[in-house]
């Protein structure tokens, strides 16, 4: 077709102070063959009734009612409704650029099937963005201008949940939002990951990222980094793992006793390492924890490091490159 048509899945629940602005942003697209599948998931303000007055002034806005709870089967219901060749994703408090749906549908035309489309995000909030989400902002963009975003993806999440655009049946291959694992974003951009996508490199800005206190990402229970970490043990473990190899975490803070916790629980044996003399030599779990050193004297260790300090980063990319072990293959960071 030359001109397919783009389903735009659109969760919302509570967010009339910023929906009419979200669904103009859609409305002014330079590309008009698209619809919109709003799912109303229990609002108790005046969202359902935006939502409503726009699918009254244009027919491509299509809204529905969740009778299930909460994001994930919001997105089951969007995308049980959707007609698209194409299909993409928005967030109901924030803002497309005019050009986002036209700049993603010509790189996947070109590209083909097995592609990923992102855009670069910019954050924005009424009191100004805090440190971490520029550092977030800024580490994103950089992995999506060059459409590396799978190399790091067991630091975080390596694709802007509201801002990425597949082919149908490439969202199906990837079992679309079936599983009930939280973060939603988070596992479909390892689902991505794990079918073999290519992320289509992109250097302009598609995305305008609202952050405020009340937004979903910062209050509900499913966003915390427990989840985060859950997901990245589990597909660290399903995609990666090898058991001839020697399992190794790197680091004794708090994310590195989690994944020490979980393995223990799960009888799978590891090695813990880490530079601190005070813990160095303790028993912790039913593993002593030894000086990374000893990782000089291991054979095809494969590495899981929960260092989040950069400079500390630094210095284990260093270590590991002295040992001519490669990122992202004998070694990956989980933060």
């Known amino acids: 077709m030359v001109n397919p048509l783009v389903s735009i899945l659109i969760p919302f629940k509570n967010v009339e102070e910023y929906l009419e602005e979200c669904l103009e942003s859609i409305r002014s697209q330079t590309y008009q063959n698209w619809e919109v599948l709003a799912i109303n998931d229990h609002s108790d303000d005046n969202s359902l009734a935006i939502a409503e007055r726009f699918s009254q002034l244009d027919n491509r806005f299509k809204i529905f009612t969740n009778t299930e709870s909460g994001i994930i089967t919001a ?6 409704h959707s007609s698209g060749e194409f299909i993409t994703r928005m967030d109901a408090d924030d803002c497309m650029t005019k050009d986002r749906i036209q700049t993603m549908l010509t790189s996947l035309k ?6 990923l489309a992102i855009g670069q995000v910019k954050y924005f909030a009424e009191n100004g963005v805090n440190d971490g989400y520029n550092r977030y902002e800024k580490w994103l963009n950089q992995l999506t201008a060059d459409g590396t975003n799978f190399k790091e993806i067991y630091k975080e999440c390596v694709i802007p949940s509201p801002c990425w655009m597949v082919h149908k049946t490439d969202l199906d291959l990837c079992g679309a939002f079936l599983p009930d694992r939280y973060p939603e974003d988070y596992d479909l951009a390892f689902r991505f ?3 073999g996508l290519t992320c289509i490199s992109c250097n302009k800005t598609l995305h ?8 979903t990402s910062r209050t509900s229970e499913h966003y915390a980094q427990n989840y985060f970490l859950e997901i990245k043990l589990h597909y660290f473990l399903k995609l990666e793992y090898n058991p001839n190899n020697t399992l190794v975490v790197w680091g004794a803070g708090k994310k590195g006793k989690a994944i020490a916790k979980s393995l ?7 090695k813990w390492v880490c530079d601190n003399p005070k813990k160095i030599g303790k028993d912790i779990y039913g593993v002593k924890l030894i000086h990374y050193s ?11 490091i929960t260092v989040a300090n950069e400079e ?6 260093f270590f590991f490159t002295e040992l ?3 990122p992202a293959e004998d070694y990956h960071f989980f933060c």
Not at 208 to 215: I, N
Not at 312 to 317: G, P, V
């Open 264 to 270: 223990t629980e799960n009888n799978i044996d590891f």
């Open 110 to 115: 070109e590209k083909g099937e097995g592609s």
């Open 208 to 215: 305008y990222w609202r952050d405020y206190d009340t937004r």
């Open 193 to 195: 990951y794990e079918k």
């Open 294 to 304: 000893e990782l000089q004297t291991i054979e095809n260790p494969q590495s899981i």
């Open 324 to 326: 001519k072990k490669k």
């Open 312 to 317: 500390e980063q630094m210095s284990i990319k």
């Open 75 to 80: 997105l089951r219901k969007a995308y049980k």
